[in-house]
């Protein structure tokens, strides 16, 4: 079956960096688009970014952009999002999310904490 497992997250200082990753497995991972996700706490869940399975072309939400950078690896079933000069507005719970045959997949989600 389809799993995501994400892992990570941290506590970082504003202006900091973490790099999070998203290990896939149960389908064809090369051939699917793979996104990221945030939750802050008391907020709905929100779109991040998104990397397409055969151009690699990205897309964004603009309070991210010039920020984080999503990419991947297929060799390793690896989606990836590095985040660069982090502010306490990034703090959420960050899940990586895929479309399967129609079916939405989560994984557990990693705690991105921005605090000094």
């Known amino acids: 079956q389809v799993q995501l497992v994400e892992s990570g997250g941290g506590l970082v200082q504003p202006g900091g960096s973490l790099r999070l990753s998203c290990a896939a497995s149960?389908?064809?991972?090369?051939?699917?688009?793979m996104r990221w996700y945030r939750q802050a706490l008391g907020k709905e869940r929100e779109f991040v970014a998104v990397?397409?399975?055969?151009?690699?072309?990205?897309n964004y939400r603009d309070s991210v952009k010039g920020r984080f950078t999503v990419s991947r690896d297929n060799a390793k079933n690896t989606v990836y999002l590095q985040m660069n000069s982090l502010k306490p507005e990034d703090t959420a719970v960050y899940y990586c999310?895929?479309?399967?045959?129609?079916?939405?997949?989560w994984g557990q989600g990693t705690q991105v904490t921005v605090s000094s």
């Open positions: 999310h895929v479309t399967v045959k129609g079916a939405d997949y």
């Open positions: 149960g389908f064809t991972f090369s051939t699917y688009a």
């Open positions: 990397i397409s399975s055969i151009t690699g072309s990205r």
